[in-house]
């Protein structure tokens, strides 16, 4: 199939494949008249999604304009991974567009017309935005393409086989004449959506795989020169700014609110109780969050979660203590250990960590008694215009969002439950119902506190782990995992729970990539009241660090190399072995002489298809503090779009994992978190970022994610170093306990 796509390939066109949702990848490209008239329809109704008259519109995901410039809908949230550049790119290829002429927005809210094949509804996550609209976005421009040929064809009355493209230019090499895709334009949107076409062969390729000398950011230029819009930059006329004071423990309730002092503050407009907790509604920011602090709240914490992580953690170590649903075995992993010559033991144990997206979570919305329009940085469309839908009890085609420019994620704005899109209907809601104050609209905002402090969090996980050595081998693996769900008892729970397992949990850890004789996975799901979420790499973040921690600890002691055991077990996993042998050369693994006090460790993930490995170099300061001073990092995500994009990614995920390796966690006495803002939060500090060199490994196979996957290796490589360091291998995470 990756060769496949590869290949000269035809669109299938029809309204039955788009509509399919998991087949639109690949066949939901053009749109029946219907349908594309109701995504102009939408789109014109949109503030930022309008065409000039004469413009051209072949597909829910391409218009052309006439000034020639190409836009491209883009279905996916951009929050800094790419997907205006990448998609982009995908049509301008397929169109030999000028990359210049192209720009990107964000397509509206419609399940119809922009859904995610892996999801089945319109969102972005798990690293799929390149991966799911490959063949799409390409195919939708080749149809452009076609009818904009067409039409220049007709308009010059010569076969369209004779015409040429390139650049942005329609040419007639026998005739000599030559054209801009908006001068017919508006004649080839009177021509029907072609039914079959063509993409190019990977040979072809003018824009795909090239670098940013040639296929720069899209993005970059609005925001760093600050008119890219993000919900922050939102004021509209009579806009009222709202603040919620939560509850200190999860599971809390209001019992009571007296509001008289903050009501006295000037500028604070209305105090309501709300679903959530109690709202206070200001004309700006200053005063709502003033007045939030003179709120006398009486909580009710009868259903609260009262436990501190160390209770939780020890309850945790409990269970692991005994077998769980099996998530994973082959062979008889406890003969082999009870055969062995050595048993190594450990168990990994792993915080809660907050998101802390630069741009804490806000919105903006205005409600005028039938319809809702909501702005904001929309993470799954689809669900969260069916939880505001629900809030104000109407359909879901009564909910209109527009998707911003959101300021980072890692998970956090891809909420289970759309637990924010909620709170800002239920705010909306309520000040609508406040008399003088029916349909102004309100903007929503969480301070960092709020947000560091507003749960949904990435699990705490423990892992239990042996392993056998015997005749200089690794013989045996057996892995108890105990974590929180990150999916039982929500919308989500059919993705991936199945006997007892969440997929989610256990994922790089429930099957290897290291071929042994013996194996065994099984897990416990765990129940406490602190909400959890995905985070950035999702399972991995946990299972990378057991797994890679702890092979690197059997071949230790089986007496082994870490790179030549690894690969030595490696047989079946030809890509994993392919990154490990390139980043093994870029770093010169067997041929370097390190400075004093140095260490190497190596780690191999691969996660959300692809795969990637790294080598960090560590030295460990007088007070024991890691210092991570080079990454070396070989990735293979298949095809390479934009390898600049790649690269940044890469290297935004190995400082995210650093920081939160070394710093992260989130910590709870009597059910109250202790961090709340970056000063007990701590993050990698930019002159502690170390240089990282990264290899792109040459694929041909189908693209897959690359926001994600730069992450896991890089924690349990710096244990691993660490190790060769004659430092204990960090079993608790972080390594660095209360240092913020």
């Given at each position: 199939?990756?060769?496949?796509?590869?290949?000269?390939?035809?669109?299938?066109?029809?309204?039955?494949?788009?509509?399919?949702?998991?087949?639109?990848?690949?066949?939901?490209?053009?749109?029946?008249?219907?349908?594309?008239?109701?995504?102009?329809?939408?789109?014109?109704?949109?503030?930022?999604?309008?065409?000039?008259?004469?413009?051209?519109?072949?597909?829910?995901?391409?218009?052309?304009?006439?000034?020639?410039?190409?836009?491209?809908?883009?279905?996916?949230?951009?929050?800094?991974?790419?997907?205006?550049?990448?998609?982009?790119?995908?049509?301008?290829?397929?169109?030999?567009?000028?990359?210049?002429?192209?720009?990107?927005?964000?397509?509206?809210?419609?399940?119809?017309?922009?859904?995610?094949?892996?999801?089945?509804?319109?969102?972005?996550?798990?690293?799929?935005?390149?991966?799911?609209?490959?063949?799409?976005?390409?195919?939708?421009?080749?149809?452009?393409?076609?009818?904009?040929?067409?039409?220049?064809?007709?308009?010059?009355?010569?076969?369209?086989?004779?015409?040429?493209?390139?650049?942005?230019?329609?040419?007639?090499?026998?005739?000599?004449?030559?054209?801009?895709?908006?001068?017919?334009?508006?004649?080839?949107?009177?021509?029907?959506?072609?039914?079959?076409?063509?993409?190019?062969?990977?040979?072809?390729?003018?824009?795909?795989?090239?670098?940013?000398?040639?296929?720069?950011?899209?993005?970059?230029?609005?925001?760093?020169?600050?008119?890219?819009?993000?919900?922050?930059?939102?004021?509209?006329?009579?806009?009222?700014?709202?603040?919620?004071?939560?509850?200190?423990?999860?599971?809390?309730?209001?019992?009571?609110?007296?509001?008289?002092?903050?009501?006295?503050?000037?500028?604070?407009?209305?105090?309501?109780?709300?679903?959530?907790?109690?709202?206070?509604?200001?004309?700006?920011?200053?005063?709502?969050?003033?007045?939030?602090?003179?709120?006398?709240?009486?909580?009710?914490?009868?259903?609260?979660?009262?436990?501190?992580?160390?209770?939780?953690?020890?309850?945790?170590?409990?269970?692991?203590?005994?077998?769980?649903?099996?998530?994973?075995?082959?062979?008889?992993?406890?003969?082999?250990?009870?055969?062995?010559?050595?048993?190594?033991?450990?168990?990994?144990?792993?915080?809660?960590?907050?998101?802390?997206?630069?741009?804490?979570?806000?919105?903006?919305?205005?409600?005028?008694?039938?319809?809702?329009?909501?702005?904001?940085?929309?993470?799954?469309?689809?669900?969260?215009?069916?939880?505001?839908?629900?809030?104000?009890?109407?359909?879901?085609?009564?909910?209109?969002?527009?998707?911003?420019?959101?300021?980072?994620?890692?998970?956090?704005?891809?909420?289970?439950?759309?637990?924010?899109?909620?709170?800002?209907?239920?705010?909306?809601?309520?000040?609508?119902?406040?008399?003088?104050?029916?349909?102004?609209?309100?903007?929503?905002?969480?301070?960092?506190?709020?947000?560091?402090?507003?749960?949904?969090?990435?699990?705490?996980?423990?892992?239990?782990?042996?392993?056998?050595?015997?005749?200089?081998?690794?013989?045996?693996?057996?892995?108890?995992?105990?974590?929180?769900?990150?999916?039982?008892?929500?919308?989500?729970?059919?993705?991936?729970?199945?006997?007892?397992?969440?997929?989610?949990?256990?994922?790089?850890?429930?099957?290897?990539?290291?071929?042994?004789?013996?194996?065994?996975?099984?897990?416990?799901?765990?129940?406490?009241?602190?909400?959890?979420?995905?985070?950035?790499?999702?399972?991995?973040?946990?299972?990378?660090?057991?797994?890679?921690?702890?092979?690197?600890?059997?071949?230790?002691?089986?007496?082994?190399?870490?790179?030549?055991?690894?690969?030595?077990?490696?047989?079946?996993?030809?890509?994993?072995?392919?990154?490990?042998?390139?980043?093994?050369?870029?770093?010169?693994?067997h041929d370097t002489t390190l400075p004093e006090g140095r260490a190497r460790g190596v780690a191999v993930v691969k996660s959300f298809g692809t795969h990637v490995a790294e080598i960090v170099e560590v030295s460990v300061s007088d007070d024991g503090e890691p210092r991570v001073h080079k990454v070396w990092c070989?990735?293979?995500?298949?095809?390479?779009?934009?390898?600049?994009?790649?690269?940044?990614?890469?290297?935004?995920?190995?400082?995210?994992?650093?920081?939160?390796?070394?710093?992260?966690?989130?910590?709870?006495?009597?059910?109250?978190?202790?961090?709340?803002?970056?000063?007990?939060?701590?993050?990698?500090?930019?002159?502690?970022?170390?240089?990282?060199?990264?290899?792109?490994?040459?694929?041909?196979?189908?693209?897959?994610?690359?926001?994600?996957?730069?992450?896991?290796?890089?924690?349990?490589?710096?244990?691993?170093?660490?190790?060769?360091?004659?430092?204990?291998?960090?079993?608790?995470?972080?390594?660095?306990?209360?240092?913020?």
């Amino acid at each position: 199939m990756q060769m496949r796509q590869m290949q000269p390939a035809r669109g299938q066109v029809s309204r039955r494949g788009l509509l399919k949702g998991a087949a639109g990848l690949v066949v939901g490209v053009y749109l029946a008249p219907s349908l594309m008239k109701r995504a102009l329809a939408t789109e014109a109704a949109a503030a930022d999604v309008t065409m000039p008259a004469g413009g051209f519109a072949p597909n829910a995901f391409i218009r052309v304009a006439t000034d020639d410039t190409v836009t491209v809908l883009v279905k996916h949230i951009e929050f800094g991974q790419g997907p205006f550049t990448g998609l982009a790119t995908l049509v301008a290829e397929e169109m030999d567009a000028d990359w210049a002429q192209m720009r990107a927005e964000h397509a509206p809210a419609d399940t119809a017309l922009y859904t995610n094949s892996l999801f089945g509804m319109q969102g972005t996550g798990g690293s799929t935005a390149i991966a799911n609209s490959f063949m799409q976005m390409r195919q939708a421009g080749a149809a452009a393409r076609a009818m904009l040929v067409a039409a220049a064809a007709a308009d010059w009355q010569v076969e369209p086989a004779a015409l040429t493209v390139s650049k942005g230019r329609i040419r007639h090499a026998a005739s000599g004449r030559e054209t801009g895709f908006g001068a017919v334009a508006e004649a080839a949107a009177k021509l029907p959506v072609p039914t079959d076409v063509l993409v190019k062969s990977a040979k072809d390729f003018k824009l795909i795989g090239r670098d940013r000398d040639t296929v720069g950011r899209l993005d970059s230029r609005a925001k760093t020169n600050g008119s890219a819009m993000f919900t922050a930059d939102i004021h509209t006329d009579g806009m009222v700014v709202a603040v919620v004071a939560h509850p200190p423990r999860f599971g809390g309730r209001v019992k009571s609110v007296d509001a008289s002092q903050a009501l006295a503050v000037r500028g604070v407009l209305a105090v309501r109780e709300v679903p959530t907790g109690v709202a206070v509604y200001a004309d700006s920011t200053w005063p709502a969050i003033k007045a939030r602090e003179l709120l006398d709240i009486t909580w009710d914490d009868s259903a609260a979660e009262m436990r501190g992580t160390e209770q939780i953690l020890a309850d945790f170590s409990a269970l692991a203590k005994g077998s769980g649903a099996v998530a994973g075995s082959h062979g008889d992993a406890q003969a082999a250990l009870a055969a062995a010559d050595q048993v190594v033991e450990a168990e990994f144990q792993f915080p809660y960590l907050a998101h802390a997206p630069m741009e804490p979570l806000d919105g903006w919305m205005t409600w005028d008694g039938s319809t809702a329009y909501a702005r904001f940085g929309s993470q799954i469309q689809t669900s969260d215009q069916m939880a505001i839908a629900a809030v104000f009890d109407v359909t879901p085609d009564k909910v209109r969002i527009d998707t911003m420019l959101a300021g980072g994620s890692f998970g956090r704005r891809g909420q289970v439950g759309s637990v924010f899109a909620v709170e800002l209907a239920a705010v909306t809601k309520t000040l609508a119902g406040v008399s003088g104050f029916a349909g102004r609209p309100v903007k929503l905002v969480w301070t960092r506190e709020d947000d560091i402090q507003g749960g949904y969090y990435r699990p705490m996980f423990v892992h239990r782990m042996r392993g056998a050595v015997k005749d200089g081998a690794i013989t045996a693996w057996a892995d108890t995992v105990v974590g929180q769900s990150f999916i039982v008892g929500t919308p989500w729970e059919g993705f991936g729970y199945k006997d007892g397992v969440d997929a989610l949990m256990v994922e790089g850890a429930s099957e290897l990539r290291y071929t042994l004789p013996a194996f065994s996975c099984d897990l416990h799901i765990a129940k406490t009241g602190v909400p959890v979420l995905f985070w950035r790499s999702v399972g991995h973040t946990h299972t990378g660090y057991a797994v890679e921690c702890f092979v690197d600890e059997l071949l230790t002691a089986a007496g082994q190399d870490p790179v030549d055991g690894r690969l030595a077990l490696m047989a079946e996993a030809p890509r994993e072995a392919g990154v490990l042998r390139a980043v093994a050369e870029l770093a010169r693994w067997h041929d370097t002489t390190l400075p004093e006090g140095r260490a190497r460790g190596v780690a191999v993930v691969k996660s959300f298809g692809t795969h990637v490995a790294e080598i960090v170099e560590v030295s460990v300061s007088d007070d024991g503090e890691p210092r991570v001073h080079k990454v070396w990092c070989a990735v293979d995500c298949g095809v390479a779009v934009n390898p600049d994009v790649i690269r940044a990614q890469i290297e935004g995920g190995i400082g995210y994992g650093i920081g939160h390796a070394l710093y992260g966690e989130i910590t709870m006495e009597d059910g109250l978190r202790m961090q709340s803002n970056f000063d007990g939060y701590r993050s990698l500090r930019i002159n502690e970022m170390p240089e990282v060199e990264v290899v792109i490994v040459a694929s041909d196979a189908a693209p897959s994610g690359i926001g994600e996957p730069g992450l896991p290796p890089v924690a349990p490589a710096i244990a691993n170093a660490m190790a060769r360091l004659g430092r204990e291998r960090p079993r608790r995470l972080p390594m660095l306990r209360e240092t913020a």
